[in-house]
């Protein structure tokens, strides 16, 4: 079955303490993306990869960090920078078609960060 | 500046139709989705539209008025099982980069 699969579902850290963020596609995606999900906002950008080792800053990056050493994989760390990490993390990809429409994306079943 | 706006919420009844809409400003338009969120899961994805007009799938349509800035979800014969938040996102200029909206929580009342 082709999909994106995020882990864990659920997560919970101490403060001051780094986290990381499982994302993994078999979609033979070439983007990925990372958003926030805050109750009463939309989703946020926080990096994005359009292709093997290279990623961009989204709109929200500071405190976090990623790595796209595999086409299939793109983690995301959760740093101890992050003053309220505590959101839902949803991780997305899509194909790389060109053209002048956008591609869509897919979204992973997400993993709910909870600082305590 | 970029920006969606849609209503926050929605009540209808079971069996009705309903419509969501979405008003949008961002550079470079390309394109409008639409996705359908439950509560603790993942978006999924329900429409695109890149040209003006209506787009229909089974229960679902989407419209778009590019002139206007203008979208909306129209769901027919409405479920218990469509209660769910429904975004709205547009790309901003340059690549695959989306904006979406803080979602509109639709409530199916039997």
């Known amino acids: 079955d082709g999909g994106i699969t995020q882990s864990p579902k659920y997560l919970f850290r101490k403060e001051g303490q780094n986290v990381t963020l499982s994302c993994e596609q078999n979609l033979n995606h070439d983007a990925m993306y990372w958003y926030r999900q805050d109750p009463g906002q939309g989703l946020r950008l926080i990096y994005y990869s359009q292709i093997v080792n290279d990623f961009q800053k989204g709109d929200i990056a500071e405190g976090y960090s990623v790595s796209r050493e595999k086409k299939e994989s793109f983690p995301l760390t959760v740093t101890s920078a992050q003053k309220n990490p505590t959101a839902f993390y949803l991780c997305?990809?899509?194909?790389?078609?060109?053209?002048?429409?956008?591609?869509?994306?897919?979204f992973g079943p997400g993993t709910r960060l909870t600082v305590l | 500046g970029q920006n969606i706006d849609q209503p926050t919420e929605m009540t209808a009844t079971e069996g009705a139709i309903v419509q969501i809409n979405c008003t949008y400003q961002t550079s470079g338009f390309n394109g409008l989705f639409w996705y359908q969120q439950h509560a603790g899961e993942a978006p999924t994805f329900l429409s695109y539209?890149?040209?003006?007009g209506l787009e229909e799938k089974g229960r679902f349509s989407s419209f778009l008025s590019r002139s206007k800035g203008y979208s909306y979800l129209l769901l027919k014969e409405l479920q218990m099982k469509d209660s769910a938040s429904y975004l709205c996102?547009?790309?901003?200029?340059?690549?695959?980069?989306?904006?979406f909206g803080a979602g509109t929580r639709l409530a199916v009342h039997p």
């Open positions: 997305a990809s899509s194909i790389e078609a060109g053209g002048l429409s956008t591609d869509t994306q897919y």
């Open positions: 539209n890149v040209l003006d």
């Open positions: 996102a547009a790309p901003r200029g340059g690549y695959n980069k989306l904006i």
